[in-house]
Structure formats: C-alpha cells, structure tokens
C-alpha cells in the first residue's frame, strides 16, 4: 500500500519557538493533503486542506498565521508551528490522497508528530 | 455541528465475543465510509472502508454494515482479540474530500 512518511515522530521546544513537521508521499503523488490535530483521548479535528502548488485552506478557527502549511511538490508538505505555545501541544498528523486512489476519498495517513511546547 | 456521531464511546468485551461499533451521520452526499484502528501514539490505520452503494462488506474478522435510508453504518468484529485493543473511528467523507472523523470507540478485549 501506499506510504506517507511523517518527520519527526515526536518534538520538544521551547515556548516561542517554531516547529515544522514534513509529511512526505514516498511511493505515490500526493494531489491533496490533509493536516489533522488530535488532543489526548480525542477525535481527529481537521486544520487544513493543501493542493499542490496552492495556498492552503485552513478550517474555522485555526490561525493560518501560526500554522503555515507550505505544500510545493506532490512529494512533500510541511507543517510549521510558529511561536508555538503549551496550548500548541497535541498530536498533529497528516494524510495525503493520491490522484488515483481507489475509491477516490481514500486516504493514507502518517504515523503522526507529538508536539510538546514547554 | 457534529457531521458524523459514533457510539459507544468506550467498549468492553471479552475474547472471542463479537464488538460493535455504529455510526450515523447526516450529510447524504457523503460517499465514503472507512473505519480507522488506531493505537496510542500512532497515526490512524485504514481497517475497512464501505461506499453506499453496499451494504455490507466483510474483510477477514471485520463486517461493516451500512445503512443508508437510516443513514448509519456499523463496525463487527468477529471472535474480538486482546490484540485488537484500541481506539477505533469511523470517517465519512464526500468526493474526496477531508474525511470527517467521529469521536471514537475505545475497545478493551479482556482475555
């Protein structure tokens, strides 16, 4: 099957600091890409919807500003949390859908970032 | 608005007995319906996955079951394992669209 790859697993940072997490299609070409957050013991929320070589489109209520969402191959999205604070930490994980994924809405998920902002 | 409800929220059954998990949801132009396994710390894993035009669908130990004048379908999983304890969420999604998750099911198979 399909493979997304997601770096890193999990991340430490200070208060302030920005992180970027990479989601990475490794066998496929990855038209559309989903980025997920998911508190302890809850459901997977989405953040927001990337296209290949398009500006994202980020759900109601996630900050575009602190959550840049940078989508330039069909290979490879990335993730930044700029000036991350403890209320940023959660489990963010990305899913990519390929061009002919059968049935169409069939998505392939990485293995998730925890973040933990101190 | 919660597009896609899921009960129970947690599950407990005993090793060899059947679990079920049931989903309704309310947008009809959704057209894919999968269900995600997922243990602690991992992403979500694609389990089974059903469109509504069947309505049923069986892969090894796992059956969904879809209902689509009532708008619900359903997760069995035959002779349930300790192994298969986790978190299970069914999705609903239309035209390839982000999946909408529900809120979850956490099963505990006790040996």
């Known amino acids: 099957g399909a493979v997304v790859s997601q770096h890193p697993s999990w991340v430490i940072c200070k208060s302030g600091t920005s992180v970027k997490i990479e989601c990475r299609s490794l066998d496929f070409q990855a038209t559309t890409m989903f980025w997920y957050r998911q508190f302890p013991k809850q459901s997977l929320m989405l953040m927001a919807t990337s296209n290949e070589g398009s500006k994202a489109t980020y759900e109601q209520g996630v900050e575009k500003d602190k959550f840049l969402i940078n989508h330039a191959s069909l290979t490879l999205s990335t993730l930044t949390v700029t000036s991350a604070h403890p209320e940023d930490s959660s489990f963010y994980i990305c899913s990519a859908r ?5 049935p169409t809405g069939k998505l392939f998920f990485g293995s998730g970032t925890q973040l933990s902002v101190l | ?71 619900q379908f359903s997760l069995h999983i035959m002779d349930s394992q300790p192994g298969d304890s986790a978190t299970y969420f069914c999705a609903a999604s239309q ?17």
């Open chain 2, 1 to 71: 608005q919660q597009q896609v409800k899921q009960s129970p929220q947690s599950l407990i059954v005993q090793k060899g007995g059947i679990s079920i998990i049931n989903c309704a949801y309310e947008n009809t132009a959704f057209d894919y319906f999968p269900w995600y396994q997922q243990f602690p710390g991992k992403g979500p894993a694609l389990l089974i996955a059903i469109r509504p035009d069947v309505s049923e669908k069986k892969e090894g130990r796992f059956t969904i079951s879809f209902n689509k004048s009532a708008k």
């Open chain 2, 95 to 111: 035209a390839g669209t982000a999946l909408i998750f529900g809120k979850g099911t956490t099963l505990s198979v006790s040996s």
């Open chain 1, 98 to 102: 390929s061009a002919s994924s059968t």
